[in-house]
């Protein structure tokens, strides 16, 4: 059984000679995240897959408890994707001691923006998490979706800070047939709110067509109006920033540019990223 929770143990069967591929996630597995395993198997001689809904990265416990898990399933899916793959699912102490603080970082206009600004300590919590799978594991690279872009920048950043020697591999956004991009939290919609979610990437589609003419002032009033007319989803930002550095676009350029977007949905809160430039 190549399950595990507590890490000691796994580490103890990991061949520190031979190349491993994280993916941490917080269960609830869909496609996008199997899409992730899929190619850390291709990638790595050894998977370790972690499942830990992660209390320092939420708010409240009220947030943490309504998250949804079905650790089974999951199980399920991983094994069908990549057998050989090691689970991790341990408990908090496992992790934390007794008190669950953060460390303390510095991450600048990154954490100060956009999910930082929405999600106070939000930042802390997934660098804090972050920072002990790599350092526990030490694995040679690690997976992250680009569905939580700021996310992915903020743990290149950790990483740069902390001179840790993973490589961050950044992969991409995994969309059912609509384009709605995959959510663990879309399982907490009902069937009108999910037909309704497609929104979201309708308007990131939308600014993307538009950022050939428009500037990104513009746009932005376009898309809060067009929201301001949906009675299904309230916006909490609709921002375009430079790939790179997150720093605000105000008009099309040679560097890369992405829309990024976050909405409510019932008490459901959905976020979407959409590169703008054309390739
Ligand atoms: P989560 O369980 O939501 O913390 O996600 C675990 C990892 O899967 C994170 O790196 C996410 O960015 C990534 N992920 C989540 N949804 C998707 C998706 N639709 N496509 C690609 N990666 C995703």
Redesign the pocket.
């Known amino acids: 059984m190549n399950f595990f929770s507590q890490y000691s143990v796994l580490n103890s069967c990991l061949n520190k000679n031979k190349t491993i591929g994280l993916?941490?996630?917080?269960?609830?597995?869909?496609?996008?995240?199997i899409?992730?395993i899929e190619r850390a198997t291709i990638e790595n001689e050894q998977v370790i897959v972690t499942?830990f809904v992660?209390p320092t990265q939420f708010e409240n416990s009220e947030e943490v408890k309504s998250y949804p898990q079905n650790l089974n399933l999951d199980i399920q899916m991983i094994k069908k994707a990549s057998p050989k793959s090691m689970i991790y699912a341990p408990k908090s102490n496992d992790l934390y001691d007794s008190k669950m603080k953060t460390y303390r970082y510095e991450f600048g206009i990154l954490e100060k923006i956009m999910e930082g600004k929405f999600r106070n300590g939000h930042f802390q919590g997934v660098a804090t998490i972050v920072e002990k799978l790599l350092n526990n594991f030490s694995p040679t690279k690690a997976?992250?979706?680009?569905?939580?872009?700021q996310?992915?920048l903020i743990i290149k950043s950790l990483v740069n800070q902390k001179k840790i020697s993973t490589s961050i591999v950044g992969?991409?956004?995994?969309?059912d047939s609509q384009g709605l991009?995959?959510?663990?939290?879309n399982k907490l919609l009902n069937t009108k709110e999910l037909k309704n979610a497609i929104f979201l990437i309708e308007q990131l589609k939308l600014a993307k067509s538009l950022w050939k003419k428009e500037n990104s002032l513009r746009i932005t009033k376009i898309i809060e109006e067009n929201f301001l007319n949906n009675i299904w989803l309230k916006l909490d930002y609709f921002d375009i920033r430079f790939e790179n550095n997150l720093l605000k676009a105000k008009e099309k350029s040679d560097q890369k540019t992405r829309a990024f977007i976050a909405a409510r949905i019932g008490k459901t809160r959905l976020i979407d990223n959409l590169l703008l430039n054309e390739y």
């Open positions: 993916v941490p996630t917080m269960g609830a597995l869909h496609e996008g995240h899409s992730l499942i992660n997976y992250f979706g680009e569905k939580d872009f996310q992915l992969c991409s956004t995994y969309r991009a995959l959510s663990s939290r």
